[in-house]
DNA sequence: GTGAAAGCGCTAACAG
DNA sequence: CTGTTAGCGCTTTCAC
């Protein structure tokens, strides 16, 4: 049996090699490379033997391997500031799938309490150790690290960020037009006297969602009521105290349109301890749809922010990036994702009936 | 310059690599190698000196490169099913730390909604791809997944698993002890009419964290009361339900024990609805100190259990595992973790008085 | 203590 | 379409 494979002197485990599946399909190990990556090349007959050797060897590649072949050592930063927990689940989950997936190293830190300083000692840190970094707010909005990542010519995106800058790329929904639709929707239910509760002012999301929120006002003929409209800041308790002055109002409002979900899940707290019904006293929605909106009681309407495969696409378009010869001219990619309207039980017409 | 280290072909980035800065410290690559990792035994001048090398060129070890030489192609997978979205973000958290630290590649599974035999395939597909699972609960109980693993040999680790089985290494706190010293905690506080909301039924966790609580009672004098002992599963909506019996009794409790964070999370939103003060009229107390505890209004008082460390820990117990050579005998571990009362602003004396 | 040689398992590049 | 060659960057083993 000349046939034998290259043998493993130093192997530790067990693991199936691209040795092993290539002897008994009877192809080059490079085949069975071509077959297991999907690249397109290689005739059906021969790819169907490959498989089925992978399949009954029970091959898997290994990633280390691979990676270290293709020289896409890509090591990718995900650093995030105080994000709900709901909203770093799926931050954490979307890219590690997208990592798994690609094989890229990623990084997680914590970043939260650092003043501009620190961040930038951080990011000039960080550029030398990474290939590229997500960015997700309100860090895509910090000019100190762009400007310290820029610099190391380190990819970023920025994900959710609410807008497309021109200097980096990002993953987004369309903020504006998503907020629009949920107010329109609680404008079709009837309300009239619709209060907003904004989002932290060091974010262009919020900028975009309230406008949003104005746009779908006007076209409805809804003068605006500056009283309506309170201050947030993304966290469940800037959302209580942002209720608490709303439903003190002499004419509160029959609905509430929350910038996030967490502030949403709030309202309903407060609501409760006014007394309140939701939603046949009082109607709120919310916004991304994380696990905050299915927690409360009763579950909220609100827009669905497909964060978890944003990060995902993140990944994506860092490695993308990354892997392009420095000849080439850089690119900035705007991704624009679809968002989608949820529809629950914290809405119903206003005048305290419930919805049919 | 006949030092010219090894001219690289094929690499695509411009990562620092061992060579350059066995270069630069003038010694072999093999010795950079040995510092980097902390071996014992390098002349502490000459470590210093590469030490130094490291330094000024930045260097990072590729974890690609290292994992396969050391042939330490671990995988890990993290399987779960439901939980929290606080409970969740710990627990990768913890995991991605302890993997990037160790250059484990880890592996997320949602196992959300499997019936048996679908768990039992998945866990036979889970067995040839992996050296490694983590299993948090209700998984670690699941008989049919420790079956199929443990058939397959491949070493597990259940994390937060309430109890050592023998059967699996384990990584948890000593939950009975920690919910009594927190219904303690209320005893102290004058509490005698002291409620009690249990966890999911399927997991070990509820049984010790529900013997915890009768005990503290036990040991102050004061005489059980099935009606203060409500069924929850966990989830903040069964914590809702759970909460709304126990306010509606002839005589409520002046006290809430919940065995996780998200049901004591839901306490007080009930108690707000019922238009009582939280804690003045009511205390509530946790356990876990996830962010759910902190999200609310008032902050809870619970019990810390460090999940994300113990996922750190866990990834440890099973690379030890995992690298010993298959002639050792097997080896069970169970590691207890150290809790700590954190006490917050939930607790009051009964009897409408704010705390001192 | 330190170094030289020999791969780990995989894939880019280039033939055929 | 498929195979051959030559490493990716690091660590093991075994000399010295």
Redesign the interface.
């Known amino acids: 049996m000349k046939k034998a494979a290259r043998k493993s002197v130093?192997?530790?485990?067990m693991?199936v090699t691209i040795d092993e599946v290539a002897a008994r399909a009877k192809v080059s190990p490079m085949t069975v490379s071509r077959v297991v990556n999907g690249h397109s090349k290689v005739r059906d007959a021969t790819r169907e033997r490959v498989m089925r050797a992978v399949q009954e060897l029970?091959y898997?590649p290994?990633?280390?391997?691979s990676?270290?072949a293709a020289?896409?050592?890509a090591?990718i930063a995900l650093i995030y500031t105080n994000p709900?927990?709901?909203y770093?689940?799926e931050l954490?989950?979307g890219a590690?799938?997208g990592a798994?997936r690609t094989?890229a190293?990623?990084?997680?830190a914590d970043w939260e309490g650092f003043d501009a300083t620190a961040e930038r000692k951080a990011a000039r840190e960080l550029a030398?150790?990474v290939?590229g970094v997500i960015l997700p707010p309100p860090l895509c909005e910090s000019k100190v690290v762009i400007e310290e990542l820029t610099r190391a010519s380190v990819p970023m995106v920025a994900i959710a960020s609410g807008h497309f800058s021109h200097d980096i790329s990002s993953v987004r929904i369309d903020d504006f037009l998503a907020s629009k639709e949920i107010v329109e929707h609680l404008v079709k239910a009837g309300h009239t006297r619709i209060a907003c509760i904004k989002g932290h002012p060091n974010q262009a999301a919020s900028t975009r969602r309230f406008e949003g929120y104005q746009a779908a006002l006007k076209e409805a003929g809804i003068a605006a009521d500056a009283s309506l409209v309170q201050q947030g800041y993304f966290?469940?308790?800037s959302g209580?105290d942002a209720v608490e002055k709303l439903l003190s109002l002499r004419k509160p409002p029959t609905a509430i349109f929350a910038s996030n979900d967490?502030m949403a899940a709030a309202a309903?707290?407060?609501a409760?301890?006014h007394?309140l019904r939701v939603p046949q006293d009082l109607s709120i929605v919310g916004f991304d749809d994380?696990?905050?909106a299915t927690?409360?009681?009763p579950e909220l309407t609100t827009v669905r922010q497909p964060i978890a495969s944003m990060a995902d696409s993140a990944i994506d378009i860092l490695l993308r990036t990354?892997?392009r010869k420095p000849s080439d001219t850089r690119v900035v990619v705007d991704h624009v994702a679809a968002h989608q309207l949820v529809l629950r039980d914290s809405v119903a017409p206003p005048g305290g009936k419930a919805r049919g």
Do not use: E
């Not at 130093?10 to 485990?13: A, F, L, P, Y």
């Open positions: 130093r192997r530790k485990g693991a029970g898997v290994n990633r280390a391997a990676s270290l020289a896409q050592d090591r709900s927990a709901a770093l689940r954490l989950l590690l799938h798994a094989a190293q990623l990084v997680i030398k150790s290939g966290t469940y308790r209580l967490d309903v707290s407060v409760h301890r007394g994380t696990s905050a927690t409360v009681w990354i892997r």
